[in-house]
């Protein structure tokens, strides 16, 4: 890396919770080639993505510190550049030598880098974003020795065993997983992830994939509940948990006998999310141990996103638009009464901090598992009841057909059927397909270049939180949500669910539109308070005014 690169990388790192002040003499944007990026890789991104003309303002921070070998916490909105920034930086490192050649191991190449992302189709992007770098004349250089990115997830098609010797004969400079296939990989061979000769670990996602209890002041009935919460996690660590615990075991054991020294042998680590509650801080210093203090550069760009008049809130981003339609039960559909088409921030409104959101302590314990693909035979589908209300349905459909020019996604609640929905909406006449990244080259290219195919119809792409998590969709313009996202109840976790959800859109300059579906009750009813009062409480937690969808009263 370049002097300058590593001259910014220790800055930050001295002051690791403060964003650096920008260079007052420096009035030339900051290139890629300032932050160390070395030339071939900016030179492929000038071909291949030629709109990505300087490293944002986050990437500017964080791509030195990874490249200068320090941990880095990592937080800034959606669509703000950090999967992207953190492969940049991992591609930009020199191939790891493999000490002591194992005579099993055909090729002397190693692994560098491991990337551990929560889904298959997050996966698959960044094997994408690297075909795409590398496939420049010039960028593949020898310094790579090999393979450059693979992609290891659970999947029934490829065998255990074929997936190790494609691991122990071409082992990629950067091995790109899930982490329960990571982790079955590693309980059938311990040697074929090198765990021991990693020079980086990169958790995108963190906070999904790593569990935590949050902390809340409360009475004796709350801390029973967090210890029982906090036992369960425990005796069931996520298998990111178990993966990091493998990587850096000896750092964890020395932790708990004294002080750690700063001499070990062991890789970087960096974690990154849009969403990052202060339980999780917590809980990776005093618990996790896996990160070193002493090396540390944490990053959180939060002050970025920004409330619009429209009533939009965004990021270095584009203009995202929030709706609510109410489905009442007799085929009405309508806004949510305080919508406006007319939004206008009110004077007493403070500017958007989501460090408040950040601070909220909210109970927030999702699955940790792999969605595993809906697969129901159209029979079955057919035979079960509907786990859908069918007026949800049918606004998804309506407001689809009159609003969605190419591509929309729809999220579903976790573990809600795919397949179901998919079905549902066909029968009502929409082209809707689950989001599956592999089923084939085209549609992947599809997807992830936002390339349009002219012949086909507007797509309503379904998918659960679980699997959009982190994904790109350039061409990608609406997304639906059927009911509180996460639900029923409104804690951190159902405004982390909507800002995920919600990020699709409005990535990099793009506009966008939000549409949650929810259903009229009685607020005096078994319900308790309604969907609509909860869509206002996310709003108010968020800065966002909502504003009309001009399709319906
Ligand atoms: N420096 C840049 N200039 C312009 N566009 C960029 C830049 N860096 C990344 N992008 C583009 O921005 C989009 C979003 O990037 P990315 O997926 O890395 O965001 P993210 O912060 O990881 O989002 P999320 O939190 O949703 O995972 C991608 O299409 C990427 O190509």
Redesign the pocket.
Do not use: N, V
């Given at each position: 890396m370049s002097r300058s690169a590593e001259a910014h990388a220790d800055a930050l790192s001295s002051t690791p919770e403060s964003t650096p002040e920008p260079d007052p003499v420096k009035k030339e944007p900051v290139t890629f080639k300032d932050i160390g990026i070395r030339r071939s890789i900016y030179r492929a991104l000038d071909v291949v993505?030629p709109?990505?003309?300087?490293?944002?303002e986050t990437?500017q921070q964080f791509i030195p510190a990874i490249l200068s070998g320090k941990d880095v916490l990592l937080k800034?909105s959606?669509?703000?550049?950090?999967?992207?920034?953190i492969l940049l930086a991992l591609l930009n490192k020199p191939r790891s030598e493999f000490p002591g050649l194992q005579s099993t191991i055909t090729n002397p190449s190693s692994i560098t880098s491991l990337l551990v992302v929560p889904h298959r189709d997050l996966a698959y992007q960044f094997v994408h974003w690297v075909e795409q770098l590398t496939a420049t004349p010039g960028v593949t250089s020898p310094r790579y020795g090999g393979v450059v990115a693979k992609a290891i997830v659970r999947d029934k098609q490829i065998e255990m065993a074929t997936r190790i010797s494609s691991l122990r004969s071409d082992p990629p400079h950067i091995l790109i997983g899930t982490p329960q296939a990571l982790l079955d990989v590693h309980n059938e061979d311990p040697a074929a992830l090198q765990l021991s000769n990693l020079s980086t670990v990169v958790v995108d996602?963190v906070d999904y994939l790593i569990e935590t209890v949050p902390l809340k002041s409360g009475g004796k009935s709350f801390y029973k509940a967090f210890l029982k919460a906090k036992k369960k996690i425990d005796r069931h660590p996520s298998p990111t948990r178990q993966l990091l615990d493998i990587i850096y075991a000896s750092r964890k054991n020395r932790a708990e006998q004294g002080p750690t020294s700063t001499h070990e042998n062991l890789p970087q680590l960096v974690m990154s999310?849009?969403t990052l509650r202060k339980h999780l801080d917590l809980f990776l210093f005093k618990e996790g141990r896996w990160l070193r203090r002493d090396q540390l550069v944490k990053i959180k760009c939060s002050d970025k996103q920004r409330i619009y008049d429209t009533g939009a809130i965004s990021s270095i981003s584009g203009d995202i638009l929030h709706s609510v339609l109410i489905v009442a039960g007799n085929g009405d559909i309508k806004n949510m009464s305080d919508a406006t088409s007319l939004p206008l921030i009110s004077p007493g409104d403070e500017p958007v901090t989501p460090e408040a959101i950040f601070d909220d302590q909210s109970p927030a314990i999702e699955s940790q598992s792999e969605m595993p693909r809906n697969s129901l035979a159209i029979t079955e589908l057919v035979d079960s009841p509907s786990p859908f209300n069918p007026d949800t349905v049918e606004a998804i459909a309506t407001a689809f057909a009159l609003d969605v020019p190419s591509i929309a996604l729809l999220v579903l609640p976790a573990s809600s059927p795919v397949h179901r929905a998919v079905y549902e909406l066909k029968q009502l006449g929409v082209n809707a397909k689950a989001l599956d990244l592999t089923v084939s080259d085209k549609g992947r290219l599809h997807l992830l270049t936002g390339g349009k195919t002219a012949e086909e119809a507007p797509t309503l792409l379904v998918a659960t939180l679980a699997s959009i998590?982190?994904l790109?969709l350039?061409s990608l313009t609406h997304v639906f949500i059927p009911g509180i996202p996460e639900g029923p109840k409104v804690n951190g976790q159902t405004i982390d669910a909507y800002l995920?959800i919600a990020?699709r859109v409005g990535?990099?300059g793009k506009g966008g539109r939000v549409i949650t579906v929810v259903e009229a009750r009685d607020p005096g009813g078994s319900h308790g308070v309604d969907d609509e009062a909860k869509m206002r409480r996310i709003f108010r937690e968020i800065k966002v005014k909502p504003v009309r969808f001009e399709h319906f009263d």
């Open positions: 993505f709109a990505i003309k300087h490293p944002t990437q800034d959606t669509g703000s550049g950090k999967s992207f920034g996602e999310s849009a998590r982190g790109d350039p995920h990020g990535r990099f």
